[in-house]
């Protein structure tokens, strides 16, 4: 088996060939005089793993054509975070499913597909092929754990996130619990308190994405208001869209971490040992 991936998910594929003892093909990535984007691909073989993180339209497209430069071989497709995941409904007239879209796109030329902490587990229905979740719960958890987090709170900003944070807190036997949220726009979202008792505790609230921080912030403002010692927030999907770790931090959040699905500098666990056991199992 050999392992390649986009500019995007360069050190988690080389995590997870290292891992398993592939090796890692060779890719070189540029653009036309024109902003085309351009590879070319060294030998991947018989059997090949394309990973890669769909964060934007680039990445998209990067994507799309690493897996047609592969055709030929027997593609496993691994997607560390699917981006457009959460248009997954058309929610008003005129709008695109968009993760049908890009499910149906990059079914394409693959045999199956593998998706970390995908938004909803509904979606992986628009893809042409099989196509599984893995969750990195129990991986934070154990990640937490090592800190020397000592009995926190384990925090889901909304019931969409609940089953990520018990899971979360299950490893470690730690109390677990969720807020009311309710999105007002793609930016700002209101939370409605809910009779936790959050007074001298630290607190991490998980979540699956931080895109814009403004769950996160709004959570962590509510938080401290209720007397909670210190607020810090573990995801897997770190975008960061807009600034928001920096606006975390200056909320007053006091750790923020998160995966390599996107790679980040404070990607401090991996997404590697969950996609090895996933493409063994499946
Ligand atoms: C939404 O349901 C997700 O689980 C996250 O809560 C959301 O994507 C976070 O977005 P933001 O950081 O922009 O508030």
């Known amino acids: 088996m050999k392992v ?3 500019e995007y ?8 060939a290292g891992a398993n003892g592939w090796d890692l093909a060779d890719v070189r990535f540029s653009r036309f005089p024109d902003g085309e984007l351009y590879l070319k691909a060294g030998e991947v073989g018989k059997e090949v793993l394309v990973v890669g993180s769909v964060t934007d339209s680039d990445a998209l497209v990067q994507l799309i054509l690493l897996i047609d430069a592969c055709q030929g ?11 457009y995941a959460r248009q997954d ?15 149906g796109v990059l079914s394409r030329g693959v045999s199956r597909a593998f998706v970390v902490n995908v938004h909803d587990p509904a979606v992986l229905r628009f893809f042409d ?6 969750s990195l719960a129990p991986d934070i958890g154990a990640f937490l754990k090592g800190t020397g987090c000592d009995d926190p709170l384990i925090l889901a900003p909304d019931d969409g996130a609940a089953r990520f944070a018990s899971a979360v807190a299950g490893v470690n036997g730690w109390d677990v619990d969720h807020l009311e949220k309710t999105r007002l726009s793609s930016e ?13 505790r630290d607190v991490v609230i998980v979540d699956d994405i931080i895109s814009t921080g403004g769950t996160l912030a709004t959570a962590a403002r509510l938080l401290y208001g209720q007397g909670a010692r210190s607020v810090s927030a573990a995801c897997v999907h770190g975008v960061f869209a807009g600034g928001a770790y920096a606006h975390l931090i200056s909320s007053g959040v006091r750790q923020v971490y998160c995966s390599d699905t996107i790679e980040r500098g404070c990607s401090v666990y991996s997404a590697a040992g969950i996609i090895s056991d996933g493409i063994t199992q499946c």
């Open 4 to 6: 390649i991936s986009t």
């Open 9 to 16: 998910s360069q050190i988690l594929a080389s995590r997870l």
């Open 73 to 83: 071989a027997d593609i496993t497709l691994v997607l560390p975070y699917l981006g």
């Open 89 to 103: 409904k058309q929610f008003s007239a005129g709008e695109p499913l968009s993760a049908r879209a890009v499910a």
């Open 129 to 134: 092929v099989p196509a599984y979740t893995l």
């Open 188 to 200: 700002e979202v209101s939370i409605s308190p809910k009779n936790l008792c959050a007074e001298d």
